[in-house]
């Protein structure tokens, strides 16, 4: 588990989503802007990833 991300969050915001996959925040809104993805949820004009559908996604991608 990467530190500062709680287990129990069902979302993570673009900052939390950076940490968790070590990638910067310009590939984070990229990935997060993809209507396709799956794991993108938006509140208001913000982005969040779910984290469950995130995992899903990033298996599908190495398979």
Known sequence: ???GI???KALLSVKEMCGYLG???TKARELLSDP???FT???GNRLYAH???LD??????IM
């Open 1 to 3: 588990m990467q530190k």
């Open 6 to 8: 709680d287990d129990t």
């Open 23 to 25: 990638i910067g925040q």
């Open 36 to 38: 396709d993805n799956g």
């Open 41 to 43: 949820v938006r509140i």
């Open 51 to 53: 984290k469950a559908k």
């Open 56 to 61: 899903k996604w990033l298996l599908n991608q």
